[in-house]
């Protein structure tokens, strides 16, 4: 568990951190040529991959280009039950090869890690909790017409509560189901009608854009890697777009006479400040940030072109991000072994058989097909347990320089059939219910093990040297894997054997 958490922190970290380089790298190159609400949707998604330790792969995944060779930690076997270990004298040697332990170094940064998120979150929930304890205050407020009037010039269907309280500085945007929209105490009485319809556009601004919610998904980014320096750049540079973002959506339905009186107002309120929680938005900035935002008020045009151009960049940004390597999984060829019983050695034997290499060409071929093939090139019997096969499935298999056992595995994991050893041969049965769960990086590599006995006592327990290992880069296509690519490097300075196998009825 350990390890398994270890590797989704690693793989959410560097390929999120990437991301936010990049997103980071092109604000501070564009900034000024490319309208906030892009910016912003590019930072966001960049934040978002930080919370995807395994997305879903594809082809067109940016992370392709990561080369397929870097070396990952090993595959790690859980045994769900005691009943289910070796013979007795030889559960711990089974555990020891099974579920390697997670360096100490590594259990401490993980530690440390968590420590860390647990301060994060302790922080948000207290100053939430005392935040919301000053709302207890929060009286309804009636601001007629003009409320109604907003949300028509932003075309916003969702309905608003407006509240007066003592729990803001200035006017915020609070909860994302129930959105209330907080005016601070005094408010109504200090400013005129017009500086109140400028900020209820800004604020409901912020509800169009569904803020609130980025503003939860940004807190859990940056409490998960709080030790990240870069992720809180993206967060203070996500905020920044995001009001410039709710100002353009709020001067686009203001005549231009309006504008320079729009920018006094958000000149006299966002020194007042506010409570910082996740569920609060209002009009904050930094005096870099204001200088900025002063600047965009006074030269304010309204950019609808290249929209749909900044909009299907950031689609195709997030399409190549949010998605992983295509990849198999890593798994090991092992016989489970079950309480008191041992692979003979005439078992041992046949598995040693199929280590030979085989090419071979076969059409439209059937699973018995197959299996008299492999047969006749290693000697090994094969069969098919009564009622195992549904129907009459057909596969196109081309193998050059394969180990036989490959083949074998591979074509019976695309049926969803597995094998079973015996003094015989192998008999090919039904999937076993999942007693062992295979768990370790997703990557291109699969690692393949031949064991052989290590007395005579107890032969070829899955304690016994590896005596072969084979690299294996694997590609399944489609959901029900009916398409296989396998490249094979056995290591021994031998040409890579491919294997091809396609399910087709």
Not at 191 to 199: A, D, G, H, N, S
Not at 270 to 278: D, K, L, N, Q
Not at 282 to 294: C, D, F, N, W
Not at 441 to 449: I, K, L, N, W
Request: glycine letters at 6%.
């Amino acid at each position: 568990m350990t390890a398994a958490l270890a590797s989704a922190l690693f793989a959410a970290a560097w390929k999120g951190t990437l991301l936010v380089a990049f997103a980071l790298v092109v604000h501070r190159v564009a900034r000024n040529r490319i309208p906030p609400r892009w910016l912003c949707a590019l930072l966001l998604v960049a934040l978002v991959r930080l919370l995807v330790p395994v997305a879903p792969a594809a082809s067109f995944s940016v992370f392709n280009l990561v080369p397929s060779d870097a070396p990952s930690p090993p595959p790690v076997i859980l045994v769900d039950d005691e009943a289910l270990l070796p013979a007795p004298g030889h559960a711990e040697a089974f555990r020891a090869v099974a579920m390697p332990s997670t360096p100490r170094w590594v259990q401490l940064l993980l530690g440390v890690w968590a420590i860390g998120v647990l301060f994060v979150v302790m922080r948000v929930a207290v100053r939430t909790r005392a935040f919301h304890r000053l709302l207890r205050d929060q009286r309804p407020v009636d601001l007629g017409p003009l409320l109604d009037q907003c949300r028509d010039a932003l075309r916003l269907r969702r309905g608003v509560r407006v509240a007066v309280t003592n729990a803001v500085a200035t006017p915020s945007l609070h909860g994302f189901l129930r959105p209330t929209l907080l005016l601070p105490h005094g408010f109504l009485e200090t400013f005129t009608r017009e500086q109140l319809r400028y900020v209820v556009l800004h604020e409901l601004a912020h509800l169009r854009r569904a803020d609130v919610l980025v503003s939860w998904v940004v807190t859990a980014a940056s409490a998960l890697h709080w030790f990240n320096p870069l992720v809180r750049l993206a967060v203070a540079r996500l905020s920044e777009e995001r009001e410039l973002a709710c100002d353009a959506l709020a001067l686009a339905a203001l005549r231009a006479e309006e504008r320079p009186a729009y920018g006094g107002t958000v000149l006299e309120l966002v020194e007042r400040g506010g409570p910082m929680v996740p569920a609060l938005v209002g009009m904050t900035a930094t005096p870099q940030q204001l200088k900025r935002r002063i600047v965009m008020i006074a030269s304010f045009r309204r950019q609808s072109r290249n929209s749909i151009l900044f909009a299907a960049a950031i689609a195709v940004i997030a399409l190549a991000t949010l998605t992983d390597a295509r990849a198999g999984e890593v798994r090991q060829f092992v016989h489970h072994i079950g309480p008191g019983e041992a692979l003979s050695p005439a078992a041992h034997e046949q598995i040693m058989k199929l280590e030979q290499n085989v090419s071979l060409t076969l059409h439209s071929a059937s699973l018995q097909d197959v299996l008299t093939t492999i047969s006749a090139a290693t000697g090994v019997n094969a069969v098919v347990a009564a009622g195992v096969l549904e129907g009459d499935p057909r596969l196109n298999i081309t193998a050059e320089n394969v180990p036989a056992h490959v083949v074998l595995m591979e074509t019976l994991l695309t049926l969803k059939l597995a094998a079973k050893f015996t003094d015989a041969g192998v008999e090919v049965v039904q999937q076993p219910e999942p007693r062992i769960r295979m768990a370790g990086v997703p990557g291109e590599e699969r690692q393949f093990f031949i064991r052989k006995a290590d007395d005579a006592t107890h032969p070829a327990q899955v304690t016994g040297d590896v005596v072969k290992k084979i690299h294996v880069s694997a590609e399944r296509e489609g959901n029900e894997a009916g398409k296989v690519r396998v490249t094979i490097n056995t290591g021994d300075d031998k040409p890579a054997g491919k294997l091809e196998i396609d399910l087709i009825k």
